[in-house]
């Protein structure tokens, strides 16, 4: 079966919208990543929301409200997508303190685990 878009799409947008809200400021995680973390919407498959959710999640960044962190959405090699705006997700990304060594963030050392995960930035973090 194929989707374009999920079945109820303002619904779906919406979750991943509550979930990338509480991404903390110098963390980033991936389409993929946010897309596990959520339910698929009824009537998907499983294995058709593996295929088709990181997708999903990213038409939803590509249309959040003001107030959606989206530059802490990232591919799933670290990378910032080519399209317009990249340039400015790296310099607002960066801002956060998340450093690039040749284009790409380490997931190790940046990487949002979810909801739940110690928030707070570390004493060595914040030099």
């Known amino acids: 079966m194929q989707f374009t878009s999920p079945p109820n799409q303002q619904a779906y947008y919406e979750q991943v919208w509550d979930l990338v809200r509480q991404i903390p400021r110098g963390k980033v995680a991936a389409y993929g990543h946010i897309a596990q ?14 295929a088709f959710g990181p997708r999903w ?10 107030g959606v962190p989206w530059q802490r959405v990232i591919n799933s090699q670290g990378k910032i997508s ?34 739940g995960e110690e928030d707070g930035p570390t004493q060595e973090s914040l030099f």
Do not use: H, S, T
């Not at 973390?37 to 593996?50: D, R």
């Not at 999640?57 to 003001?66: E, H, K, L, S, Y």
């Open 57 to 66: 999640v990213g038409g939803a960044m590509a249309n959040c409200p003001d």
């Open 82 to 115: 080519e399209r317009a705006g990249a340039e400015r997700q790296r310099l607002m990304l960066e801002e956060e303190g998340i450093v690039f060594v040749k284009d790409k963030v380490d997931f190790k050392k940046y990487g949002w685990k979810g909801p």
């Open 37 to 50: 973390m959520l339910p698929p919407p009824n009537g998907v498959e499983i294995e058709a929301y593996k």
